[in-house]
């Protein structure tokens, strides 16, 4: 069993900073490819940004530019540093990882979720 825990949500007023992390534990072999997802509110769940295990990044358009996920592949950890916040950023940010457990079973895991929210 994988699981994945996110924190570095918040309050924060527009044009200002957070970094997510979230670091995934259990029995892991592999982990592929790791991400965040928003849901705003009355919204679906979106993708936020999407990371490989060899670095290649993948942005939704409304972040690029203001947005950069990385890991750090030794502590099995992604981050999401979000700069010039704005108000439409406002959701709940979750984490997504997927992978090979040591009983070589594929999982695909999801935090509980970190609320950030921007006021204006």
């Known amino acids: 069993q994988v699981q994945l825990l996110e924190s570095g949500g918040g309050l924060v007023q527009a044009g200002g900073s957070l970094r997510l992390s979230c670091a995934a534990s259990?029995?892991?072999?592999?982990?592929?490819?790791m991400g965040w997802y928003r849901r705003a509110p009355g919204k679906q769940r979106g993708l936020v940004a999407t990371i490989t295990s060899g670095g290649s990044t993948n942005y939704a358009d409304s972040v690029k530019g203001r947005f950069t996920i990385s890991r750090d592949n030794a502590k099995n950890t992604v981050y999401l540093q979000m700069n010039s916040l704005k108000p439409e950023d406002t959701g709940a940010y979750y984490c997504?990882?997927?992978?090979?457990?040591?009983?070589?079973?594929?999982?695909?895991?999801w935090g509980q979720g970190t609320q950030v929210t921007v006021s204006s």
């Open positions: 997504n990882a997927y992978g090979l457990t040591h009983t070589l079973v594929d999982f695909n895991s």
């Open positions: 259990g029995t892991i072999l592999k982990l592929n490819a």
